[in-house]
């Protein structure tokens, strides 16, 4: 009777074994500060990166906690109270970080700074993009997010639709001019070009600048409406911080709404294109964001001028 039995225990050992999780054993994950070890996938994720929340979100990875503060409509129910509040995108809480026992911590951009701090609490990672290969740099912290959680055909499946999405903007691109992408807040405006923090915009989608020798620091090069002028760019990106972050101010359009920029050939041709604030401003390198972005400016291009 035994004899008969075992052979069925064993195969359903077999069975057992075989749906175990694939990271039941210990992953080094390799991040912009160094690597950190996971024992196990993650149950109680906290994420201070909205970059990463919303890949993460794209991916169907299920999260504890987030920081409070302004999101895309698309990351809005992220405001819901069955979400664990763990401070902002800059500065944690520290006591709801503990008090949420996380097995997985990650922050990026905004919250790199509070990694030592936090690595101090659970394991944590930092996935900042890195602005010299953004479009990289995200492809690999998709790739990276699946293999801690088990996703991994799924991250697969999304960088490729994100290659296909920019190889097909990019070709777009080709024929349709230079342009410029500012950003206005508070009345004042800062440009930016390749290798920058929205440098993605030529980098990765095509658009030849119409700027050269920009300051690629994180705050971009003041610049006036005389500049706009003098650069005249074919596609005028504008980028307003304001809206972004829900602040009372002069709004983009309202400000560039003026003598000098409206003699651009971009304002002429009706090519100045506003793009979504809070994906740009806020969110940056995330899968939805990205894929969004991407539309709008191939829209845009697709608009008849006048």
Aim: net charge neutral; charged share 20%.
């Amino acid at each position: 009777m035994f004899s008969r039995i075992s052979p069925l225990i064993a195969s359903l050992a077999l069975v057992v074994l075989a749906c175990l999780p694939a990271h039941a054993q210990e992953i080094t994950v390799s991040h912009a500060q160094g690597e950190t070890k996971l024992s196990a996938q993650p149950a109680r994720v906290l994420v201070f990166d909205l970059a990463t929340l919303d890949s993460l979100d794209r991916l169907g990875v299920a999260v504890t906690g987030v920081p409070g503060g302004p999101k895309p409509a698309y990351l809005a129910r992220y405001n819901a109270d069955s979400y664990v509040k763990i401070g902002t995108l800059f500065e944690p809480d520290y006591e709801a970080v503990n008090a949420a026992k996380p097995d997985l911590i990650i922050v990026g951009g905004r919250s790199a700074a509070k990694f030592a701090e936090l690595a101090k609490i659970a394991p944590t990672i930092d996935l900042t993009g890195n602005a010299k290969d953004y479009l990289g740099s995200v492809e690999t912290n998709v790739k990276t997010l699946g293999r801690i959680f088990g996703k991994q055909q799924e991250a697969e499946k999304a960088v490729a639709e994100l290659d296909s999405a920019v190889s097909a903007l990019k070709a777009k691109a080709v024929s349709k001019g230079k342009g410029l992408i500012v950003l206005t807040t508070g009345g004042r405006i800062s440009a930016y070009g390749p290798g920058s923090r929205f440098g993605i915009l030529h980098d990765a989608f095509g658009i030849v600048p119409a700027a050269t020798g920009l300051d690629t620091g994180t705050h971009g090069q003041p610049v006036s409406f005389e500049y706009i002028l003098k650069t005249n760019p074919d596609w005028l990106y504008v980028i307003d911080r304001d809206a972004a972050i829900g602040r009372e101010g002069s709004p983009a359009k309202t400000l560039l709404d003026n003598e000098l920029v409206r003699q651009t050939t971009a304002w002429k041709k009706n090519q100045v294109v506003y793009l979504e604030p809070a994906n740009w401003y806020l969110v940056g390198g995330g899968l939805t964001a990205l894929h969004q972005s991407i539309e709008q400016v191939s829209k845009a291009f697709d608009a008849p001028g006048e």
